[in-house]
C-alpha cells in the first residue's frame, strides 16, 4: 500500500471542515485545514443557503490543505442531505437552495398522502415520512407561481454536494447515498420513484443520474500545478451519514448506531431494504450506505435543541460554550421534566427554550428552573429518544442491538453518552468524533486502489482511533421514566 494524501469536504447545517487525510498503508491521520461557519439566511422570503460562501471557503480549505503536502491525490464531498438546487440547461445556478427548515413544507406530507396515501409514499421508496424530504419541497415549492416556474425552467436538479462536485470539475450526476434521502428514490429497484413524482404533480425530468460510492468523478478543475495538478474528485458516501457509518468501528455487527450532531442519525445496517408494516408503522428510513448496504434508520431530532437554545441564550446577553452548557446541566438534578424531542414545535428555528417550557407546561410537567435544568431535560429526552428508536430498529431488522456506536461530534459530550447508555440499557462506543471524515476518506483511498471493502477500512479506523466505551450505570430509575417519554410520543403522533 502506497502512502497517499486526499481531501474530505464535510458540510454540515451549523459548521464546514475541509480535512487533509493522510494515509501511510495501515493508519489514517486527519488535520483540520480549514473550518468555517455556515447557516441558512431568509432571502426573498425563504431560508436559503448561501452557495457562493460555502464554495469560497471549501476552495480556500483546498488550497490550505494542498499547502502542506507535496500532493493531493483526490477531493470529495459529503453533506447533509434533501436539500438541491436547480441549473438550468447552460449550467446556471437558477437560486440559491432552500434549507429543509424553511416554512414551505408545512402540511405536504398531509397534502401529498391525501393525492397517493402515505403507503404508497413509504412503500415506492423505504424512505421514512418526514416533511424535510425532498419530494416534500418539491412538492411545497409547487404551491407558489414563482416555484412553478422555477421547476419548468429547470434543466437537472443537484442536492447539495452534487453543487459542490459541479463546481470542483463539472459533473453533473448525483450519488446514491444522498439520492436515497429524497424520498423520491426506489430503494427496492435502485432507481427514481419516476411514477410517484408524477402522480404527485411534480416533474421528473430535472432528475440527475445517480452513480455509487467511489466513482471518480473527474479532475480538479482550478488545480493551478503543484499538490493539485494531477487531483481527481471521486464521490464518498455523500451523505454524510453515510460516510460516518462507514467510518463507524463495529464491535458486533448487530450493534446499533448514532451519527451524533445536529440531527442524530439512529440506525443499523443491513444487506438490503426492510419495508415492511412494522417498519411503515415505525416510520423508518432505508438509506443508502457505502458498497451498496442500506442503512435502516430514524432521523430524528439531536443536538439542533441545545444549538437553538444556546443561540437564543447568546441573544438575550449569556453566552456559553457547549461545556459550560453540560457543565451546567450536570449540577441539575437528574429526572426532572422530559419533551419528545422529534415534536414539531422544536424543528424550527425560534425561542427554542420557551417551547420547551411550553411543552412541559402542555404536558403538566414543572417548567425547567434556569438554563442548566433546561439543557439536563434535553439530555435526558434525547436519551429517551434515542432508546426507542433503537428499539424500534431493532424489531424491525429482527435482532437486538447489544451496544451502539455514538460517532460525530455529539460523541464528545459524555454526559449524554452516559445518559444514552442508562436509558438504553446497554454499552456506548463513542468515537471517532470524525468518522465522516474517516468515512469519505476511506471510501476515496478504495477508489485509488489501496483499500478494498467496508471491512478493510474499518480496519483503518480502529487502528488509527480507539472509541471510549461508556457502561450503563445501573441507575434503575431510567425503567420508570420510559413509559412516560412513549405516552408523550404516542400523544404527540395523535394531535
Known sequence: MASRNVVAVDLGAESGRVMLARFDGSTLSLEVAHRFANGARMSDGLLRWDVARLLDNISDGIRRAASLVDRVDSIGVDTWGVDYGFFDSEGKLLAEPVSHRDERTRGMIAAAAGKVGRE????????????INTIYQLLGERQTPAGRKLQSQAAMLLLMPDIVHRQLCGSSVTEFTIASTTGAYDMVDRRWATELLTDLGIPPHFLPEVVDAGTDLGPLLFSGGGALSRTRVI??????????????PFADPAAAYISSGTWSLVGVETLEPVITPVTRAANLANEGGVAGTIRLLSNCTGLWMLQECRRKWHEDGSSYDYAELVG????APAGGSLVNPNHGDFLRPGDMPARIADYCRRTGQPVPDGVGATVRCVLESLALSYRLTVENIAAAAGRPAPLIHVVGGGSNNDLLNQLTADAAGVPVHAGPVEATAYGNALVQLGALGEL???????DVVRASDRPRVTPPSGDAGWSERYPQFRDYVRADALT
Open 328 to 331: 451546567l446541566a450536570r449540577q
Open 120 to 131: 404508497r409514499l413509504y412503500d415506492s421508496t423505504g424512505i421514512q415520512l418526514n416533511d
Open 235 to 248: 464521490a464518498p458516501g455523500c451523505h454524510d451519514t453515510a460516510s460516518a457509518v462507514a467510518g463507524v
Open 452 to 458: 478494498s471493502g467496508l471491512a478493510e477500512m474499518r
